[in-house]
Nanobody
Framework: QVQLVESGGGLVQAGGSLRLSCAAS????????MGWYRQAPGKQRELVAS???????NYAYSVKGRFTVSRDNAKNTMYLQMNSLKPDDTAVYYC?????????????WGQGTQVTVSS
């Protein structure tokens, strides 16, 4: 099992910044990819950014150039630095990890953290 604890959400004005953290515990040596997703009211959950074990990073087009995902393997923590925030970024942000137990793939999710950007 892998457990995730998120922190760092809050209320910020448009143009401001926030940094989200996702701390992993448990069977951390089996973690492969890590990612941030978000879900706004009435919308489907979408991928914001991901980083795999090899360091390959992907971003949603809407956040490219504004958000930066990073991973500190020594602290078992993933971060999402969000700059130049827009009201459209308002959502609950979820941390996700893909991990393996033998040949079986699992997903774990954090509890979510609210990000609200006011105009």
């Amino acid at each position: 099992q892998v457990q995730l604890v998120e922190s760092g959400g809050g209320l910020v004005q448009a143009g401001g910044s926030l940094r989200l953290s996702c701390a992993a515990s448990g069977n951390i040596f089996s973690i492969d990819a890590m990612g941030w997703y978000r879900q706004a009211p009435g919308k489907q959950r979408e991928l914001v950014a991901s980083i795999n074990r090899g360091g390959t990073i992907n971003y949603a087009y809407s956040v490219k150039g504004r958000f930066t995902v990073s991973r500190d393997n020594a602290k078992n923590t993933m971060y999402l630095q969000m700059n130049s925030l827009k009201p459209d970024d308002t959502a609950v942000y979820y941390c996700n990890v893909v991990w393996w137990l033998g040949s079986v793939r699992y997903d774990s999710w954090g509890q979510g953290t609210q990000v609200t950007v006011s105009s």
